[in-house]
């Protein structure tokens, strides 16, 4: 199933870290995840936090369309529930996603609404800039995170098979060239490479770690550039380039 890999790492941190208590059965335990994330505004924080920036309580107030008041009220319910984290820093209070595993249910909860019942919604210019290249928490989606994972798999620099990623010899001397750091000897429970669906293409990008390597270092470079206030990331004309001479990728 599309969401039972990263609803099931998410299930499992929340145990983890105490989210709940009791004898209980999954049915209630996953109903109480998915209430939180179910509701509009609080579903719409989430997603805001989705490129793994740290948010004020006024700017997620903002992106849900809500008060001030009425924003505190869920992501008090938010950090309660273990999906998002409070990150003090001097007077200022930021939130930011808990875990890379929520990031990950609410891309698969993406890719499943994407196949329900048609919303008659007209599509923007933020549909199309997010199409085309994003962040999903800290790693690249969209039509530029498939081209990567196309262009790596094609060359058998990355090999998807069964839900899994394995970088090949000539993938980390490849991606080493490029000053993409590839494990550092920490031990570390996040995935090295995984395959994940991607909402808007409905086909693989790279996540885990390798994938939040790649879009770190083509950031660093001056390939990619964030855009304020949006998931969606611009490609520079070097990184056009660099696209272009060292993936085959033209848009």
């Known amino acids: 199933m599309i969401v039972s890999a990263g609803a099931e790492a998410l299930w499992s941190d929340l145990r983890t870290l105490g989210a709940y208590t009791g004898d209980m059965t999954d049915g209630p335990f996953i109903a109480e995840a998915a209430s939180l994330m179910g509701d509009p505004a609080r579903a719409n924080m989430l997603v805001a936090l989705m490129d793994g920036r740290a948010l004020t309580a006024t700017e997620l107030a903002l992106s849900a369309r809500v008060a001030p008041s009425t924003a505190s009220g869920h992501l008090a319910k938010l950090v309660e529930g273990k999906l998002a984290l409070v990150v003090p820093q001097g007077r ?137 206030g949006s998931r969606a990331v611009t490609i520079t004309p070097a990184g056009t380039a660099a696209l272009a001479d060292l993936f085959d990728i033209r848009f």
């Open 92 to 228: 200022h209070r930021y939130y930011r996603l808990a875990s890379p595993a929520v990031a990950r249910v609410l891309e698969d909860l993406m890719a499943l609404a994407a196949d329900g019942p048609p919303r008659h919604r007209p599509k923007s210019r933020c549909d199309e800039a997010l199409a085309h290249a994003r962040t999903c928490y800290d790693h690249f989606a969209g039509r530029l995170g498939v081209a990567l994972a196309d262009s790596l798999a094609n060359r058998k620099q990355i090999i998807f098979e069964d839900g899994a990623g394995l970088v090949t010899r000539a993938g980390r001397d490849f991606l080493g060239g490029l000053g993409v750091e590839i494990g550092s000897g920490k031990r570390s429970h996040r995935a090295l490479c995984r395959p994940c669906l991607d909402w808007s293409e409905r086909r693989w990008h790279i996540a885990g770690a390798v994938g939040a390597a790649i879009a770190s270092r083509c950031f660093e470079l001056g390939w990619t550039q964030c855009r304020n």
